[in-house]
């Protein structure tokens, strides 16, 4: 399980900000988590605008 970006994402760059481990990094279309880095501790989703970030199994 981790979170995931989708494409929902403005690319405002707060949830980079907001991870405690710096694992989320900017892609072409969206940004993007460093899964197996990622340790669910939510901050990062808690942080979006716009709901983007889900926990996926
Ligand atoms: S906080 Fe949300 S909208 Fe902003 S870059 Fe992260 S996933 Fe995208
Ligand atoms: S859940 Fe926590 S560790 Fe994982 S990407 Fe979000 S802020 Fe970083």
């Known amino acids: ?22 694992i989320i990094t900017e892609g072409d279309d969206k940004y993007v988590i460093d899964a197996e880095q990622c340790v669910e501790c939510g901050s990062c989703a808690a942080a979006c605008p716009v709901e983007a970030i889900e926990l996926q199994g």
Do not use: R, S
């Open 1 to 22: 399980m981790a979170y995931t970006i989708t494409d929902a994402c403005l690319k405002c760059g707060t949830c980079a900000d907001t991870c405690p481990l710096g």
